[in-house]
């Protein structure tokens, strides 16, 4: 048996909401302040990119090449990789992505709900996209911080003075920074936070001057920025390209996230990061590891096939072959400093890609989509500043169970692909709906801008899902269990509302009362009910066993909006039931804490007059048992059994004063 939620607050299909995140944040500061934020909370991830990215690419045409790699096939790997950066960053998110805010905010579940209300309902469909595409999301929160994090570590390689004695100790290292990591996101990331953009932006100075030191060496490789050696490198190798593919992909992880944290910072400050330094830095960086490795081709060659002659002479099934462009393009001297650099910016990346966690989950269990689960405000300014505990944990043990099981960031890359590319490709398809829909283009114009993105992303996926069996199959397994969890607790809620309705309607209980009233006692009391038109199951056992009424009674309703926030002139409505009987109903929108005394404190300019101290919340807390008739399969029974038992407390999600809570329930069967 398992009590469920009392009384969850019922998702609305109004549309209406604010211009919130952006506005606000601009309020307390710059336009510059912004754009300097962004680039150390938006910019992080796809920023340590180039740590893994071009290594891994190259690595390939090494491993399941001819063993031997031509200056036109380096040349051809910078290609691609900047071409996936101006066709998927620029192009899909900086241009046409980020015109379609919600109320200000973006995001999976923010672009969710717009698609939704561009087609005037919620089809299964669209429903499933949208949860595969959170779901995906979370494949990233885990393997970002992991393959992050052991990436700059393992740069301790390419330091003269370490490179034959710290392989050992790379991964106590990397567990020790992760384990901090998460163990600090309960004080916030407000004190931190400020110093994330300038330390980013240096690291992206840094990346773009070791670049501009290996391309004035061997200027050639500007031949790169030419399409045409992405289209010869692809024509050339056949399948070789689709295994290439799954990590050229690795350079535009986290450009979800342009998207995501568009509310924190606005479009305009966003944009101008990427055009201004984050685009040139990333390129001016591809290109250097491109001329540094044309510039060592010959070496490398040559230390390959003694390498692999080394292996074939024991037996081994793979070559061992280590080597880091990104950080043997700097001087011997300067290697350990920026290591500690790639392990700062890795932070932040990690610190970014968690929040965004946070983040999602919160809107997830706003729209319904997820248990009630604990919220703190680690910030009195800063509305995005949450921690959530449950999952914070969550995350930390996945990370740490893929880091000790992969061991490499080369291993983690494997799984890193499929993850990204799934969320991309779930979004391609709502940006489809709505420049169909909501902006009313035709529909071959609507396919026609979709359908180069819509062709990248596939193959870059069919290209990842090559690496299912070398560890792809995490993230898919992850999202797969998140969709069940998902598709189980929408069910499950469903069904129980519907056994909610059975109950006895208010209008009738009143006109019962009106004929025999009960004994009244003083004081208020509010009821919390999620479908206000059915009396709710705490009145109906207050009378049962107490056989009283109270003088003033509230019938609570609290609804969220597919919206960010709900308008503060919509917040509270207000109705006269009956004399003595209100009936309040307080909207909140997806991205909004429902603070209940806080808003009925509003409800006082509305005529809601009650004294907090003398009056009482009631909450209906049923207590569900399985039932083979309950129009779920029985072990789905069992795990919303588990999601409800597991579910924060209401009084405790809904702000409501512990002392002033009474909570009375009886069994029911789903």
Do not use: C
Not at 122 to 139: C, E, I, K, N, Q
Request: proline share 5%; glycine share 8%.
């Amino acid at each position: 048996m398992a009590q469920a939620p009392a009384e969850a607050p019922q998702p609305d299909k109004s549309s209406n909401g604010t211009h919130g995140g952006a506005a606000r944040v601009a309020a307390h500061g710059g336009f510059w302040a912004l754009v300097i934020g962004s680039i150390g909370v938006v910019y992080g991830d796809i920023g340590t990119s180039p740590l893994y990215a071009f290594k891994e690419s190259f690595a390939h045409l090494l491993h399941e090449g001819s063993g031997v790699v031509a200056p036109s096939e380096v040349l051809g790997i910078v290609s691609l990789i900047f071409w996936a950066l101006m066709i998927v960053v620029t192009l899909k998110y900086i241009v046409i992505v980020m015109q379609m805010d919600n109320k200000g905010e973006g995001g999976t579940l923010s672009l969710m709900a717009l698609a939704q209300r561009a087609l005037g309902k919620r089809t299964p469909l669209l429903f499933l996209v949208g949860v595969a595409g959170a779901s995906m999301f979370y494949g990233d929160a885990l393997i970002t911080p992991a393959i992050s994090v052991l990436s700059a570590v393992e740069g301790l390689r390419a330091v003269p003075s370490l490179e034959n004695r710290i392989d050992p100790f790379i991964l106590p290292i990397a567990v020790g920074i992760l384990v901090g990591l998460f163990a600090i996101q309960s004080r916030g990331t407000g004190v931190m936070g400020k110093f994330f953009g300038p330390i980013t932006a240096v690291w992206f100075v840094t990346m773009a001057a070791l670049g501009v030191s290996q391309i004035i060496a061997n200027p050639s490789v500007f031949a790169a920025l030419s399409p045409l050696y992405a289209l010869n490198f692809m024509l050339d190798h056949g399948f070789l390209t689709f295994v290439v593919l799954g990590s050229v992909f690795l350079a535009v992880t986290g450009a979800e996230a342009l998207y995501a944290d568009m509310g924190h910072f606005g479009r305009r400050p966003i944009r101008v990061a990427w055009v201004g330094l984050v685009l040139p830095a990333l390129t001016l960086n591809y290109l250097g590891q491109g001329a540094f490795m044309l510039g060592q081709l010959d070496a490398l060659n040559a230390e390959y096939a003694l390498a692999r002659e080394a292996a074939l002479a024991v037996g081994a099934e793979t070559v061992s072959f280590e080597f880091s462009p990104f950080f043997e393009m700097a001087p011997e001297m300067l290697r350990l400093p920026l290591v500690v650099l790639a392990t700062a910016a890795t932070v932040i990346a990690s610190q970014a890609v968690i929040s965004g966690a946070f983040s999602l989950t919160q809107q997830a269990i706003q729209l319904g989509l997820l248990p009630r689960m604990e919220i703190r405000r680690t910030s009195e300014t800063q509305a995005g500043q949450i921690y959530m505990p449950q999952i914070n944990w969550i995350l930390l043990a996945g990370v740490l169970l893929l880091t000790l099981a992969f061991g490499s960031s080369t291993r983690l890359a494997a799984a890193y692909g499929i993850s990204i590319t799934g969320e991309m490709l779930m979004s391609t398809i709502m940006v489809f709906i709505v420049i169909w829909k909501m902006w009313k283009r035709p529909l071959w114009l609507a396919a026609l801008i979709v359908a180069p993105f819509a062709v990248i992303e596939l193959v870059f996926l069919a290209s990842n899902l090559q690496r299912v069996w070398s560890g792809g199959f995490v993230p898919l397994l992850l999202a797969v269990g998140l969709i069940i969890v998902i598709w189980t607790w929408v069910r499950g809620t469903r069904l129980l509302a519907e056994t909610v309705r059975r109950d006895e309607p208010l209008a009738k209980l009143f006109e019962t009362l009106s004929h025999h009233p009960p004994h009244r006692v003083r004081g208020a009391a509010i009821f919390l009910t999620g479908d206000p038109d059915v009396a709710p199951a705490a009145l109906m056992h207050n009378l049962k066993h107490n056989q009283v009424l109270h003088e003033q009674i509230i019938i609570l309703t609290v609804k969220t909006v597919n919206a960010p926030r709900a308008p503060e002139s919509e917040r509270v409505k207000v109705e006269d039931y009956m004399p003595d009987v209100k009936r309040v109903t307080l909207t909140f929108g997806f991205m909004e804490t429902p603070n209940v005394v806080k808003a009925l404190t509003e409800a006082r300019k509305h005529g809601l007059k009650f004294d907090i101290m003398k009056t009482s919340f009631f909450l209906s807390r049923r207590t569900i048992v399985p039932s083979e008739k309950s129009g779920m399969p029985l072990w789905q029974d069992h795990l919303f059994i588990f999601l409800a038992r597991n579910a924060t407390n209401a009084t405790d999600f809904f702000h409501i004063p512990s002392g002033r809570a009474v909570e009375l329930g009886n069994q029911v069967m789903v």
